[in-house]
């Protein structure tokens, strides 16, 4: 029995100290990894949407308010998040677009999330991948293979193909990753959705 109590008490020492270690080293690294993560941010902003002189932050619809949650879910994004949401302004304050940030939690190997920049009109500037964790060689080919495929379209939404794109609002699939090709072409289209429902839509007709 002393052998017990002084084995659990070597251990709740050891638990107490790691414990601190941890809390100390997370204190340190807190804040240069926000800094870190707010840098990249603000470089995926003026990669999606470079004629903005400025982005200011916008009220994000709540997914708690039931009717917007059950529209968002009978659309087909249910498994879409709209992170963030941000005017992009001129350098006289007038809105250009407006540039997202979205997160697909349907990714092969995780979550995928990144920005996207929208003007006024509707045109999708392109894509920023924030974060991705898919398949080496396969799904992690989006950076390469996705991302140019949606830049200044102006369609409504788009579909992915496994046989050669042939319209505007059609995406070629990356080859042996149908999974994060349509974690990340539902995403866009999630993203779209609400610029069109929630930030005054755009005047975009399909192809």
Known sequence: MKNMIKDAAILLVITLF????LGLVYGITK???ALAEEKAAKEAYAEVFPSAGEFQEQE????????WKTEWAEAGFEGVDIEKALAALDESGNVLGYVLTVTSHEGY???ITFTM?????GTLNGISILSISETAGLGMKAEDVLKPQFAGKNV???T???TGAVSESQIDAISGATITTNAV?????GGLYYFQSQLGGGSNEAE
């Open 18 to 21: 790691s414990g601190l270690i």
């Open 117 to 121: 920049g929208i003007s006024l009109d």
């Open 156 to 158: 409504p939404g788009f």
């Open 185 to 189: 072409t539902t995403a866009v289209n």
């Open 109 to 111: 190997g995780g979550d």
């Open 60 to 67: 994000v619809t709540s997914m708690e308010e039931e009717s």
């Open 31 to 33: 804040e240069p990894i």
């Open 160 to 162: 992915y193909t496994k």
